[in-house]
């Protein structure tokens, strides 16, 4: 199981979360 895609996937579930809590991080 490749490594980047296993943190593009966190990436997203946390870029999902900061959205869906309207904190923006700055990235």
Do not use: N
């Amino acid at each position: 199981f490749p490594s980047h895609l296993l943190f593009t996937s966190a990436s997203g579930e946390l870029w999902k979360m900061v959205r869906i809590g309207g904190q923006p991080l700055g990235f």
